[in-house]
């Protein structure tokens, strides 16, 4: 479509009035007529057709889209090679780069290169979506022969986000290549002859790259019909060009990143500023440093690390602050200018720059468009009139050696996210012993509010004082206490938070200054976590007499995952007329639709239609009654809004960007919607009762039975417990293509985990037979339940407009749209009481649950929050009851181990309750109420803690917490008893080719990352006895797999496998005859012969849960040990060991990766991420990579240990294996307690007491640091 509209992406030579650039060596320019705002990645997607090259969140927060670039430097004149994100480079600001995608550094026709091997080898692909933007990241920084050290790589991904492997083998894949790997790391290195082929041209492996033209013109001055851009090189040319802009709104652009934080709009001429060499030069004369104010956030970052001077040996501590800034691929395009005039123009933004160089006293040299310089302080500058002038320098000068400078940035998460409060201190002293301030010292804060800059109070008032006198630190916690006063606004951290966070930082910088004025005690407050390079350890039996079964091997796809070679939905080459939609969503959770205009999206050129529910003439549901769907929602609301994200109608355009920008025009009025103000939480509910509460279940206790209970219990505890809500979160946003076919079918590719749901669901929408809807997944970029009846919805409307426009429809969800449109987690809440005799062991318990489900019952996982209530306890004294609670929220749905999770949550929050209650120790209290059914999880909890030496490092946490009053540590352990029962329909073909004997499969699972074509892989190979590279595993498709049942709940993989495995059987069987007549016949040999006689090699089968398999029990423990900083609630989780019975692993790799990825995507449900809405209008306010955070690479345990139960065969399973998928997602939790365990002892600490205190979920920064009491009374040396 791309290369219609604007022309062939065939390399050429001229880029007059153009921009050329190269990628993978061929010359592409880009000029008039393609918008203005068109990222790189859309380029290199769409035009130059390569796609391996990903995108999701499409603002610099998760790194799928990253990509090598070369380009000369202004000042120094040499090519250097850096990772940018393609989402966020303008393909006009690409003029003279080389750029380099995953598809350039190595392919299965030229060779892999060594990181795409690597990462393969390692295991470091589930899905596979993050992959290329992993190996381009670690490209980059190998590139130009540099050789990181593990540190460095390790602290180099935090801009690259994985949802289901849990970073670990991804970081032990890099951390192999660096230059002070271990022994081990390097012994396991891929061999780079092996796998990297030589370039023709040259002899020397091939870089992917050729070189750009020499002659191409320097400047560019373009116009792209809506828009005009000009590339300047000089100070000169930049004047002239603001001259020229009189009043037209322009942009100075330099690495264009601010783009990710703010959108900009309206925009008509753009200037290119990265050319101009005063805008990017560093010069450091005696007494000054000044930078350039286009140089780049790595460029000040690695040469602030260099200077060794003492007059500005300060600066060091700026380039550690910027590490902490963005990510990589954001530091090495984003610059200082740019930085600050996001602060400039939004003076809310906690710009980091701002913070730390107003900190220190640096001046900015601004210069207008007629060449006038004007030198002022950052306060001034946030207030100066900016129209056509550019910060041209930022000046930094020398400090004496009593200056004493330190900065402090407290996130939500390690890396890639913003400051809570970020915060400077910088005092000059008339000597390092009394610590008498001389002149007025800076005190700046950031994320207070948009005007508050200085605390100018305690400035004044601390001139002159000896500043670590007892005195004159109570009062400047008085002063500052007075003159903090944060704003609020949704969805940052409350006002409570954030001040007593800024007066904690300043009492770390008074506890850091001369530690030898500290008490012992106090001293750990002086100090930031320190996160030591992470580890990690697998243990696991394996059984070679049944290779490739039980082989640990490396996935199928992992390298064409590792290389863009693997094909996602949106990744499927276009069709001639196809056209791209963009769904309407609702901006208010209540009210009645009264009209919807979509004039002006249909008047913009290139947009071909609107459609809403009057087009849904024949279906207009995606739940329908005949899955079991007790409320029918609707694909497009026709009427009374439910919440605020549901999709009104849908803008079909000639490219997703037209169609996006078209879908923001169309205007919708609502009717009653200020009447009804949107019921958002279950409290609300709760206060209120009504028919929003609908009872589930109810075990009945009687009143008598109740009474002789509570005589008969040593205590009696009361409480509740609530859980959030979590977004699934996948790279790959949810996708569809409907193509209209010959015969009035329909080809669907989906983002599907249940195909026969979306058949049904377009068949209905479009009136055809459901026998003319092909549907075909090859892949998942994760699923996570978010894609089991989601997905649907998507494809039915998307088959309307199909049909009604005779052309192919392509949709992918934005992902600030898909996570308002789709539901989440569900949330939850317990309230109980239980009585517990003088040992912790339950007596009685009555629990009563209510399930946030959104504002329909669809898809609720209930039955297994009961079920696993019980967990591995003695469940005989429960009662629960349950009821589902409809709020105006989006319909939540299943999520990775949904309802089990919940409910282990559940019991063991009791657990801990009890313990805290009755001060026992929690895991005596779980011993306690073990239930004596057959069951090895004593014996499992007893192991786990012989491994880790779980007693010695308990007592050293206790003594670690006696000797340290402001960091603290804590430990838990948690077991685990996952009862796994097999359901519904699971096909699967085997088809063996006479040619050559090879085998190809297709089942009715879907592969979204778990490993299941692998599994599958595995078991053919062992049972047929062939080679496993003869096997090749098919797309999943509606013909072959008629009817399959949604994958999800763990059991896909065994039940394919199954499927499979008869498949063989079957075809063994016809087989038998020849192989008895030919003993010694080759494989070929037997199945040329079968052939011959017209033998079918062809098997389907099909596993229900009527075959030889019995529901199993899977069972685990898990042990946490965290630590946690008292002063900013920031914690580091130090060592996880994990215990799980897998039975015997079919593929002991892909498991390992489904436990580790499953704990880690729980620790961001219990620790990070956390969704909040607009109480008016009941909107999602977090939907970015900005604001909601899952764990990044350096969150991960610092030491991760994950152990299969040995000899633990799974007599009832398939091939004698268990299910990994989803069970230590709810072994999770034992993170929370500990961090809940550490600040047992801080409350202890500040209050006296260490009476029980629940740690509300998710324990963010902000909740942990308010649990942990810290309070400014007790900030003493
Ligand atoms: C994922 C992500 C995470 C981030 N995290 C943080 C963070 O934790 N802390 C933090 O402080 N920042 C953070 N940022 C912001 C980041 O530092 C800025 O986006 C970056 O520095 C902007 O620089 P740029 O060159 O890309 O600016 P551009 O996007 O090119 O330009 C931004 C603005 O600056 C103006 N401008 C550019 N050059 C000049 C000049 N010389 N004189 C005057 N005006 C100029 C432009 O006109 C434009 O309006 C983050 C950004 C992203 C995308
Ligand atoms: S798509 Fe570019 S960083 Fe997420
Ligand atoms: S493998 Fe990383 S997101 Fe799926």
Redesign the pocket.
């Known amino acids: 479509m791309w290369n219609a509209i604007f022309g062939s992406a065939t390399p050429v030579n001229d880029a007059a009035n153009e921009v050329t650039f190269t990628i993978n060596g061929k010359t592409y320019k880009a000029g008039n007529g393609l918008p203005e705002d068109t990222s790189l990645n859309t380029f290199i997607r769409d035009v130059a057709s390569l796609k391996g090259t990903k995108f999701m969140c499409a603002?610099?927060?998760c790194g799928a889209c990253i990509v090598s670039a070369t380009v000369e430097h202004p000042v120094s004149k040499e090519r250097e090679t850096k990772a940018v994100?393609s989402c966020?480079v303008p393909v006009f600001s690409c003029h003279g780069w080389e750029i380099t995608t995953i598809e350039g550094i190595g392919n299965r026709m030229k060779g892999y290169h060594q990181t795409q091997a690597q990462l393969a080898k390692f295991n470091g692909t589930q899905c596979g979506y993050c992959s290329p933007g992993m190996v381009m990241n670690m490209y980059n920084l190998l590139e130009g022969g540099h050789a990181p050290t593990m540190a460095q790589i390790e602290n180099s991904f935090g801009?690259n986000l994985c949802r289901c492997t849990g970073y670990r083998p991804i970081l032990d894949a890099f951390k192999a290549l660096a230059s002070d790997a271990t022994p081990e790391l390097k012994a396991s290195c891929v061999d780079i002859e092996e796998v990297y082929k030589i370039c023709k041209k040259t002899g020397e492996r091939c870089s992917g790259k050729c070189s750009i033209p020499a002659d191409l013109p320097k400047s560019v001055a373009l116009s792209t019909g809506g828009a005009n851009w000009r590339k300047v090189n000089s100070l000169a040319e930049l004047r002239d060009a603001l001259v020229n802009v009189g009043e037209t709104p322009?942009?100075?652009?330099?690495?264009?990143?601010?783009?990710?934080?703010y959108k900009?709009e309206g925009i008509k001429e753009y200037i290119d500023?990265k050319g101009v060499p005063e805008?990017r030069s560093i010069d450091k004369k005696p007494g000054a440093i000044t930078l350039g104010?286009?140089v780049?956030?790595t460029e000040a970052m690695n040469f602030f690390a260099s200077v060794s001077e003492n007059e500005f040996k300060y600066v060091n501590q700026l380039a550690t602050h910027i590490d902490?800034?963005?990510?990589v691929p954001?530091?090495n395009?984003?610059?200082?200018?740019?930085?600050?005039?996001?602060k400039h123009?939004h003076h809310e933004?906690?710009?980091?720059?701002?913070t730390t160089f107003e900190t220190v006293g640096a001046k900015l040299n601004i210069m207008d468009a007629v060449g006038d310089v004007k030198t002022v302080t950052l306060a001034d500058y946030l207030v100066l009139d900016?129209n056509r002038?550019?910060?041209?320098s930022i000046e930094l000068s020398k400090k004496g050696e009593n200056h004493r400078f330190r900065s402090f940035?407290i996130?939500p998460r390690a890396q890639?996210?913003?400051?809570y409060v970020n915060a400077g201190f910088c005092f000059e002293f008339e000597d390092t012993k009394a610590w008498k301030v001389v002149g007025q010292p800076r005190i700046v804060f950031g994320g207070i509010a948009p005007s508050f800059t200085h605390a100018s109070n305690i400035e004044s008032y601390l001139t002159g004082k000896n500043l670590l006198d007892s005195a004159a630190i109570s009062g400047a916690f008085a002063e500052l206490g007075r003159q903090l006063n944060p704003d609020r606004v949704l969805p940052d951290a409350t006002a409570e938070y954030r001040k007593n966070l800024a007066q904690a930082l300043f009492y770390k910088f008074l506890l850091g200054l001369d530690p030898s004025k500290v008490s012992d005690s106090q001293k750990s407050g002086g100090t930031n976590l320190e996160r030591p390079l992470s580890t990690g350890k697998q243990d696991f039996d394996t059984d070679k007499s049944l290779y490739p079964l039980n082989e640990p091997i490396p996935k199928i796809e992992a390298l064409a995952q590792c290389s863009g070679e693997a094909e996602f939905v949106n990744d499927i080459p276009s069709v001639p007329g196809e056209v791209h939609a963009a769904f309407v969503l609702s901006t208010q959770a209540t009210g009645t639709i009264a009209n919807i205009d979509p004039t002006e999206a249909l008047a913009m050129p290139g947009v071909v239609g609107f459609f809403k529910h009057t087009d849904m003439v024949h279906y207009n549901t995606f739940t329908p009654p005949d899955f079991g769907y007790a409320d029918q929602e609707e694909i497009f609301c026709s009427g009374n809004v439910k919440y605020a994200g549901q999709a009104l109608g849908l803008v079909v355009a000639e490219t997703r960007e037209l169609a996006l920008k078209a879908a923001d025009k169309v205007k919708v009025e609502y009717k009653n919607s200020t009447i009804t103000k949107p019921v958002i939480s279950m409290s609300e509910v709760l206060q209120n009762a009504g028919s929003r509460i609908h009872p589930d279940d109810k075990e009945e206790e009687n009143e008598d039975e109740t009474a002789s209970h509570r005589t008969k219990a040593a205590k009696i505890i009361k409480g509740d417990f609530e859980i959030p809500k979590q977004y699934h979160l996948t790279m790959e946003n949810q996708s569809c293509l409907v193509l209209p076919k010959e015969d009035d079918s329909f080809d669907v590719f989906s983002t599907t985990q249940w195909i026969d749901l979306g058949q049904a669901v377009v068949a209905r929408c479009l009136d055809i037979k459901a026998s003319k809807v092909n549907m075909s997944v090859r892949r998942l970029g994760g699923g996570y339940g978010a894609k089991i009846t989601r997905p649907s919805q998507l494809a039915g409307a998307c088959a309307v407009a199909s049909q009604k426009l005779n052309r192919a429809v392509r949709m992918v969800m934005p992902m600030t749209a898909n996570m308002e449109l789709a539901g989440k987690r569900f949330g939850l809440r317990n309230e109980y009481e239980v009585g517990v005799d003088e040992k912790g062991k339950i007596e009685y318990l009555q629990a009563k649950f209510f399930q946030d489900s959104g504002c329909n019952l669809n898809d609720s996982p209930l039955r297994s929050t009961r079920e696993h209530f019980n967990n591995c306890y003695d469940s005989t004294k429960f009662k629960v009851e349950s009821q589902q609670i409809r709020t105006d929220t989006a319909s939540n749905t299943w999520c990775r181990a949904p309802g089990t999770t919940e409910g282990v949550a559940f019991i063991e929050e009791i657990m801990e309750r009890i313990a805290g209650e009755t001060k026992l120790d929690p895991l005596a209290v779980r011993l306690a109420n073990l239930h004596n059914n057959d069951n090895p999880i004593a014996e499992m909890i007893a192991e786990l803690k012989r491994i880790s030496d779980f007693d010695a490092r308990r007592a050293k946490v206790n003594e670690f917490n006696a000797a340290n009053r402001w960091k603290k540590r804590g430990m838990s352990l948690v077991p685990m008893q996952y009862p796994f029962d097999f359901w519904g329909n699971h096909p699967a073909i085997v088809s063996i080719y006479q040619s050559d004997g090879s085998v190809a499969i297709s089942h009715g699972g879907i592969e979204m990352g778990q490993g299941m074509n692998t599994k599958v892989a595995q078991v053919a190979a062992h049972i047929l006895g062939v080679p496993l590279d003869s096997i090749s595993v098919k797309p999943s498709n509606t013909l072959t797999s008629a009817n399959a049942i949604v994958t999800g709940g763990s059991l896909g993989s065994e039940a394919v496998s199954y499927a499979t495995m008869q498949c063989c059987k079957e075809l063994l069987k016809r087989l038998q005859p020849i192989k008895d007549k030919m003993p010694n016949a080759s494989w070929l040999e037997l199945i040329k012969n079968a052939h011959g006689k017209q033998i079918d090699l062809v098997a389907t089968y099909m596993f229900t849960p009527k075959d030889n398999v019995k529901r199993y029990n899977i069972w685990g423990a898990a042990i946490a040990e965290v630590e946690v900083d008292i002063l900013t609630g920031e914690k580091q989780i130090l060592r996880v060991d994990l215990l799980e019975d897998a039975g015997q692993s079919m593929s002991p790799m892909v498991d390992i990766g489904q436990i580790e990825g499953a704990f880690v995507m729980g620790m961001g449900y219990w620790l990070t991420e956390e969704l909040i809405h607009d109480p008016t209008t009941g909107r999602l306010l977090n939907t970015r990579?900005?604001n909601y955070k899952v764990p990044g690479a350096k969150d991960i345990p610092a030491d991760f240990r994950v152990t299969f139960r040995k000899n633990a065969k799974n007599p009832d399973g398939v091939l004698q294996s268990k299910a990994t998928g989803e069970p230590p997602l709810n072994l999770s939790i034992v993170v929370l307690f500990a961090v809940s365990d550490a600040l047992r002892s801080a409350r202890k600490d500040a209050a006296g007491d260490d009476k029980y205190h629940q740690l509300k979920p998710p324990a963010t920064a902000e909740h942990i640091f308010l649990a942990g009491l810290a309070d400014p009374k007790d900030f003493k040396l």
Request: hydrophobic share 50%; proline share 2%.
């Open positions: 603002e610099g927060g994100n966020l801009g322009y942009k100075l652009v330099a690495g264009n990143t601010a783009e990710g934080v900009s500023v805008l104010g286009n780049t956030l902490w800034i963005a990510n954001v530091r395009a984003g610059t200082l200018a740019g930085n600050l005039s996001i123009a933004f906690p710009s980091d720059i701002f900016m002038k550019f910060i041209l940035k996130t890639n996210a913003h400051a990579t900005w």
